[in-house]
DNA sequence: GGCATTCTAGAATGTGCATTCTAAATGCCG
DNA sequence: CGGCATTTAGAATGCACATTCTAGAATGCC
């Protein structure tokens, strides 16, 4: 290291993930992102080979936090708790659930990523998918149409709860936590320990 | 008229409807609804004044349909029959569904529609809004929370039920209609026919 | 202090796309 | 048949943005 860096990795990162949360995937346009940080547009090149690149580790971080929050209670057995869980972690990061829950990966990082980072979204996705489709495996869900409800119950109907709240990354309505049980259709009780991961 | 079209407006507004549906807002460049009607780029501007217009007349076209699917039941008081048509409908056009719904007016219509068409769109909007708040009204939903319980039930559980399936424009599989009924929370049945609108 | 290296700073380049422009073709009206 | 408004056809233009390039500045090591 010869000159200490003025601007860091995260600087860029951070406005990125502020920039889509408000504005929408092509919010964060290179000037834009480098605007946010108050750094030259040209130095994000020193850091990242392309936006699809910062974009993507962006991704990688705020999916790292996601799914620290719900893997646990999936793990037990427990879609009620990985729901509420979603929504809890979403209300402590409304920066973060406004950034990757509205949008697909492919809606976010563009055609070209790095292949690296290519394959450490995929193998985040994996590693979700693999332990949600255990759990389902555990449920007893196995037809097609089972597993889709329980992807409803513990993904789609939480994020869809908190969609018309996420635009804009604005702080959820303090109700809206409270809301989640009662959207969720009667659920059997969570497995019993003996099947828990 | 001295020389005969030939291409119609409809074929533009299908072109541009059918790649928005399998391949996202971004898909629809001029060229690309050009190509796919098979005409020259320069014809889509003797129709539509820009590609803002092009896109907010295609939306304003299947939220038409849209509209008349889901205001019926609601208008009669019945939540989880207007839910049972949104899907049903989206079940009949996949394509229109594919480009309606996943979406938000604004990530379709950039910045810039004409003013008309900016309202019209705003006022298709309010139409099926007013009738939602009407059927909360009368369902006795008055506090934010139990309008967005209802907003819940009656729009984003059933689109979140289709989201996964909608990429791409493919047809629906068949059991998705009978899981709405699985994934929604018990409700109050149908409100009586006094309290139609 | 001189120097290699890595950074900031922002201008230059290239590409993709919406929009406009020019020319040629078409078919109804008189 | 000939005039002409309207359309096809596609090339030219202009703009926004990702990416690259050039110049200059900062810092640790000798």
Redesign the pocket.
């Known amino acids: 290291?010869?000159?200490?860096?003025?601007?860091s990795d995260d600087a860029f990162l951070t406005a990125a993930v502020g920039l889509i949360a408000r504005g929408g995937p092509q919010a964060?346009?290179?000037?834009a992102v480098a605007r946010a940080a108050g750094?030259?547009?040209?130095?994000i090149?020193?850091r990242f080979p392309?936006?699809?690149a910062l974009v993507a580790r962006a991704w990688l971080t705020v999916h790292d936090g996601f799914r620290a929050a719900v893997l646990p209670p999936l793990r037990r057995g427990d879609a009620a708790g990985a729901a509420a869980a979603l929504v809890t972690w979403a209300a402590a990061e409304p920066l973060h659930a406004a950034f990757l829950l509205p949008h697909e990966p492919e809606d976010l990082i563009g055609g070209s990523p790095p292949d690296d980072l290519r394959q450490a979204v995929a193998a985040a996705q994996e590693a979700l998918d693999a332990a949600f489709l255990g759990f389902c495996r555990r449920a007893g869900a196995t037809a097609e149409k089972d597993v889709a409800f329980w992807r409803h119950v513990v993904f789609d109907a939480p994020v869809a709860l908190l969609r018309p709240y996420l635009r804009g990354g604005a702080p959820l309505p303090p109700w809206l936590p409270g809301l989640l049980p009662r959207v969720l259709p009667p659920l059997p009780s969570p497995l019993p320990d003996s099947l828990a991961c």
Chains 1, 2 share one sequence.
């Open positions: 290291m010869v000159r200490t860096a003025k601007f964060a346009t290179i000037a750094a030259p547009s040209g130095s090149y020193h392309s936006r699809d």
